[in-house]
C-alpha cells in the first residue's frame, strides 16, 4: 500500500512515548514492505534532527519537515474566546504545510492518509480537495479529556475556568472533525468505546502502542538497594501535575518508612527549579541520553498521573524491561493488565504510597511483578501483529467507503 503519515511532531529521534509510537508504526509498515511518504511538522518543542536520522531511514520514508511555531500567543488565544476556534488544535495549522501538502496530493496518489493525533486534522479539507484517498485518524488520545481532568484538578478559580473553556471548545471539535474521516485506529479499548459512545459509526478498531521488546533489555530487579523512578516530559502538562503530587503528597509518607529511599526524575525540562530542592533523597537527572538505560539502573517505575488519557508509553517499554510499576489507574488507562500481578494500582496518596512499601518491603515481588510485566507486553503489545492488524483496518476502511 502506498500510506501517507502526517505527524504533528517528528517521530525521530523517539524523544517521548508519542514519538515512539509514531515511529514503530513508520518502522512496522517498512518492515513490512509497505510504501511510505512522512510528513511532519517540527517546534522548538521538537526539532527535525536530520542529522539523528540514518540515511536509510530518509530514503524509506523520504521524510520532510515544516516548522510551525506553536507556542502559547497571548493575541491568538484571546481571539480564539472571540472566534469560538479550539486554540488547541488551531495552533498546529500551517499555511505552509498546507500548501506543500497540496502539491503532494496534486502529483501523487495514496491508499490510505495517515493522521497521526487530532492535532494533524485542520488539514482535512486541503486533503479531501487533492486526495480520494480514505483518512484514517491514528487517535493518541481523546484530547478534551485530559483537559477536562486538568481543569477539575486546578485550584486556581480563574485558570480553573478557563480551563474549563478550553476544555469545552476542544470538545466541540473533537466530536465534530471525527465525523470527517473514514476510520479511528483508537491506542486503547477504553478509547474505542468512548468513541462508539460518541456516536462515530464508521470504522472504528483498537490498535495499541506495538515495540520490539527484543530492542528493550529484561532489566528486572536484581540489586539489594531498592530505588524509585519516574521520566516523563515535564512540559507535557499531566506529568508535571503528576510529580507534583507525588512529591507533596505521597513522598512525606514514604520518606517516614524509609528514610533512605530515593526517587529518581528524568525528562525533557525537569530541573531543580521545577519541582523544588527542599525534597529529601529526590535526584533530578533532567533530560537522559537512553531512557533504557535510566529505566535499567532502578527498581521501581511510578506513574502518579492525574488527567491523562490514551494509553502510557512509558509503562509499555517499563514492562517490557520488566520493571516493577505501581500507577494510578488513570496511568494505567488501555493496558490489559491485572492489578498486583502485571502492576500495582494506587489512586489515592495513601494507597498509592501503601503499593510502594509492599513492594519495598519485598524485593523478591520486584522480581516477580517485573517477569509477569514482561510476558504480558510480550503478549499484547508485539509490533508486527499490531502491524498486521492496522493494514487489515486500511483495508476495512477503503471497503466501507
Not at 517516614?256 to 533523597?281: C, I, Q, W
Request: hydrophobic share 40%; with cysteine; aromatic share 8%.
Amino acid at each position: 500500500m502506498r500510506i501517507l503519515q502526517l505527524c504533528n511532531k517528528p517521530p525521530f529521534p523517539p524523544k517521548d512515548g508519542g514519538c515512539i509510537a509514531m515511529n514503530n508504526i513508520s518502522r512496522g509498515l517498512l518492515s513490512q514492505g509497505h510504501e511510505l511518504k512522512l510528513i511532519t511538522i517540527y517546534t522548538h518543542k521538537h526539532d527535525l534532527e536530520l542529522d539523528k536520522i540514518s540515511k536509510e531511514y530518509i530514503d524509506q520514508t523520504d521524510i520532510e519537515g515544516v516548522f510551525v511555531d506553536t507556542k502559547v500567543n497571548i493575541v491568538d488565544a484571546f481571539s480564539s474566546l472571540i472566534t469560538q476556534d479550539s486554540y488547541n488544535v488551531s495552533r498546529f495549522f500551517s499555511p505552509d504545510l498546507d500548501i506543500r501538502l497540496a502539491n503532494l496530493l496534486r502529483r501523487k496518489k495514496f491508499d490510505i492518509i495517515h493522521l497521526e493525533s487530532l492535532f494533524m486534522t485542520p488539514y482535512i479539507g486541503t486533503i479531501r480537495r487533492h486526495s480520494k484517498a480514505p483518512i484514517v485518524l491514528r487517535s493518541h488520545n481523546l484530547e478534551y479529556i485530559i483537559w477536562e481532568r486538568i481543569a477539575e484538578g486546578t485550584r486556581n478559580p480563574a485558570k480553573k475556568a478557563y480551563l474549563k473553556y478550553l476544555s469545552k471548545r476542544l470538545k466541540d471539535y473533537e466530536l465534530s472533525v471525527i465525523h470527517h474521516v473514514d476510520g479511528i485506529a483508537a491506542i486503547s479499548a477504553e478509547d474505542e468505546e468512548k468513541y462508539a459512545s460518541l456516536g462515530f459509526e464508521r470504522p472504528l478498531l483498537t490498535i495499541p502502542f506495538g515495540i520490539d521488546t527484543n530492542q528493550y533489555p529484561f532489566s528486572p530487579h536484581r540489586k539489594e538497594k531498592v530505588t524509585l523512578f519516574h521520566i516523563g516530559a515535564m512540559d507535557w502538562r499531566p506529568n508535571l501535575e503528576a510529580m507534583l503530587w507525588f512529591l507533596e503528597d505521597i513522598w512525606p509518607l514514604l520518606n517516614m518508612k524509609f528514610p533512605d529511599l530515593e526517587v529518581h526524575l528524568a525528562g525533557r525540562g525537569l530541573t531543580d527549579d521545577l519541582l523544588g530542592t527542599s525534597y529529601k533523597n529526590v535526584v533530578i537527572h533532567g533530560e537522559v541520553e537512553s531512557a533504557k538505560d535510566f529505566m535499567a539502573a532502578h527498581s521501581i517505575m511510578i506513574v502518579p498521573l492525574l488527567s491523562a488519557g490514551g494509553i502510557r508509553v512509558k509503562i509499555i517499554e517499563g514492562m517490557a524491561m520488566g520493571k516493577a510499576i505501581v500507577s494510578t489507574s488513570v496511568g494505567a488507562e488501555g493496558i490489559d493488565a491485572i492489578p498486583n500481578q502485571h502492576l500495582a494500582i494506587g489512586d489515592e496518596a495513601e494507597t498509592f504510597a501503601t503499593a510502594i512499601s509492599r513492594l519495598v518491603d519485598a524485593p523478591e515481588r520486584i522480581k516477580q511483578m517485573g517477569h509477569e510485566a514482561r510476558n504480558l507486553a510480550s503478549k499484547l503489545f508485539d509490533n508486527g501483529v499490531i502491524i498486521d492488524n492496522l493494514i487489515q483496518f486500511y483495508k476495512s476502511v477503503d471497503s466501507e467507503r
